[in-house]
Nanobody, 126 residues
Framework: QVQLVESGGGSVQAGGSLRLSCAVS????????MGWFRQVPGKEREWVAR????????SYSNSVKGRFTISLDNAKNTMYLQMNILKPEDTAMYYC???????????????????WGHGTQVSVSS
């Protein structure tokens, strides 16, 4: 059974940093992707970043590009999201996501992504 468990959320002042972690268990992956989404109450879930498994590259939404970095530690089966220069508009519940079958829109489109964590809250105050 695939499980994704996020950690590392919290409260920080604008300009600060946080690092989110997503521990993966129950699967030995060779292909596919992992990513981060975020959601504010009353709004749709928004894609943040994606990393392709096997070292095939990363991509970011325009709202976080240059401030956030997604990475993967295969030895620890853990994905990270380093968030720098945080802004109040980054406040949201952050979700880890994964898809272990290669698909062009997986880990970018919510409907194309199979596995989800329960989320970790990030709050940025001005």
């Amino acid at each position: 059974q695939v499980q994704l468990v996020e950690s590392g959320g919290g409260s920080v002042q604008a300009g600060g940093s946080l690092r989110l972690s997503c521990a993966v268990s129950g699967v030995t992956y060779r292909s596919g992707c992992m990513g981060w989404f975020r959601q504010v109450p009353g709004k749709e879930r928004e894609w943040v970043a994606r990393i392709l498994l096997g070292g095939a590259g990363t991509s970011y939404s325009n709202s976080v590009k240059g401030r956030f970095t997604i990475s993967l530690d295969n030895a620890k089966n853990t994905m990270y999201l380093q968030m720098n220069i945080l802004k109040p508009e980054d406040t949201a519940m952050y979700y880890c996501a994964a898809n272990f079958i290669a698909r062009w829109d997986a880990c970018i489109r919510e409907a194309a992504t199979s596995y989800w964590g329960h989320g970790t809250q990030v709050s940025v105050s001005s």
